[in-house]
């Protein structure tokens, strides 16, 4: 991005990894039933050499785009970097990795993107039904039905529900359940989640401390918990939330989730969908064990 950068012509090199299922390739032995690789790289040098680009960012957005329109491909990573960047002390190639899905594109051009905490640990999730809690509008349960995955959605804004169940539609997923119900009722209150019923539960940007037994409870064994949301420290970079009673103090949320087996845990300032600022969130993956610690 120096002057002497965008004076000089800048060699970049390109790694794409476009994961594919072979289907009848591997029997037909025909080139139409696989991805021409000579295609993608006349179409990944046609697009980067159609404009300028001042970041390489910009650059891998567009070929991102350009591969999941143009291919048969559901997911695609790209490594595009400078070889040799004419800045002192720089030795070696400087660049920037990205990673997008099929459904996460398609979505992140209705500004329904999902989170990129849920999308980096979609592998370690089992397959099966979802709870989507305080799903809003719905950005995670279309990316969990995308993959597969039977979703009950969860959320007090019965119109926020209304357009969840008209995008679902609009994408043919049959597998998503909406239900209007408000969380944080008088206490004794039960919300009704079962017990053991659900392989994966979700919950993004919400905290209702009194709600995780219930969610401990409808994590059938060998589900996943994944639950996101700010901590204390976003309340004094960002005065967001406005009350600080709905931010995480530090190491709450794994004592909130106590007798699941933490598989992931950080705190600190996370790069969201937005293009700019960090959000300090507390992010945690936690299994719950398929039989109970006998007693002593």
Same mark, same amino acid.
């Given at each position: 991005?120096?002057?002497?950068?965008?004076?000089?012509?800048?060699?970049?090199?390109?790694?794409?990894?476009?994961?594919?299922?072979?289907?009848?390739?591997?029997?037909?032995?025909?080139?139409?039933?696989?991805?021409?690789?000579?295609?993608?790289?006349?179409?990944?040098?046609?697009?980067?050499?159609?404009?300028?680009?001042?970041?390489?960012?910009?650059?891998?957005?567009?070929?991102?785009?350009?591969?999941?329109?143009?291919?048969?491909?559901?997911?695609?990573?790209?490594?595009?970097?400078?070889?040799?960047?004419?800045?002192?002390?720089?030795?070696?190639?400087? #660049?920037?990795? &990205?990673?997008?899905?099929?459904?996460?594109?398609?979505?992140?051009? /209705?500004? %329904?993107? !999902? =989170?990129?905490?849920?999308?980096?640990?979609?592998?370690?999730?089992?397959?099966?039904?979802?709870?989507?809690?305080?799903?809003?509008?719905?950005?995670?349960?279309?990316?969990?039905?995308?993959?597969?995955?039977?979703?009950?959605?969860?959320?007090?804004?019965?119109?926020?529900?209304?357009?969840?169940?008209?995008?679902?539609?609009?994408?043919?997923?049959?597998?998503?359940?909406?239900?209007?119900?408000?969380?944080?009722?008088?206490?004794?209150?039960?919300?009704?989640? #079962?017990?053991? &019923?659900?392989?994966?539960?979700?919950?993004?940007?919400?905290?209702? /401390?009194? %709600?995780? !037994? =219930?969610?401990?409870?409808?994590?059938?064994?060998?589900?996943?918990?994944?639950?996101?949301?700010?901590?204390?420290?976003?309340?004094?970079?960002?005065?967001?939330?406005?009350?600080?009673?709905?931010?995480?103090?530090?190491?709450?949320?794994?004592?909130?989730?106590?007798?699941?087996?933490?598989?992931?845990?950080?705190?600190?300032?996370?790069?969201?969908?937005?293009?700019?600022?960090?959000?300090?969130?507390?992010?945690?993956?936690?299994?719950?064990?398929?039989?109970?610690?006998?007693?002593?």
């Amino acid at each position: 991005m120096t002057p002497e950068e965008r004076s000089r012509p800048q060699p970049l090199a390109v790694d794409i990894d476009m994961p594919y299922h072979l289907g009848s390739a591997g029997v037909s032995d025909d080139l139409a039933h696989t991805i021409d690789y000579a295609k993608v790289v006349q179409r990944v040098v046609e697009v980067g050499t159609a404009q300028d680009s001042s970041l390489l960012e910009t650059l891998a957005e567009r070929l991102l785009t350009m591969l999941l329109d143009e291919f048969p491909i559901t997911q695609v990573k790209l490594w595009v970097r400078k070889l040799h960047p004419p800045i002192t002390a720089v030795t070696g190639s400087v #660049g920037v990795t &990205v990673e997008r899905t099929r459904p996460a594109q398609q979505f992140q051009q /209705r500004g %329904l993107v !999902p =989170s990129p905490f849920l999308v980096e640990q979609l592998h370690r999730l089992p397959k099966g039904k979802a709870l989507d809690v305080a799903a809003g509008h719905g950005r995670h349960s279309l990316f969990l039905a995308s993959q597969g995955y039977e979703v009950d959605a969860i959320d007090r804004d019965e119109n926020a529900l209304a357009q969840l169940a008209a995008a679902a539609q609009s994408h043919a997923y049959s597998t998503i359940t909406t239900r209007a119900l408000d969380l944080e009722q008088p206490a004794p209150f039960d919300p009704g989640l #079962g017990k053991e &019923v659900y392989d994966v539960i979700v919950v993004f940007f919400y905290l209702h /401390r009194s %709600l995780f !037994p =219930s969610l401990i409870d409808a994590l059938k064994p060998g589900g996943i918990l994944a639950y996101e949301t700010f901590t204390i420290d976003n309340y004094f970079h960002h005065q967001h939330p406005k009350r600080w009673e709905f931010c995480l103090t530090p190491n709450e949320l794994l004592r909130l989730s106590s007798g699941l087996q933490i598989l992931h845990y950080d705190e600190g300032g996370h790069r969201g969908n937005q293009t700019s600022g960090l959000a300090y969130t507390a992010q945690l993956l936690a299994h719950k064990p398929m039989h109970s610690s006998p007693s002593t």
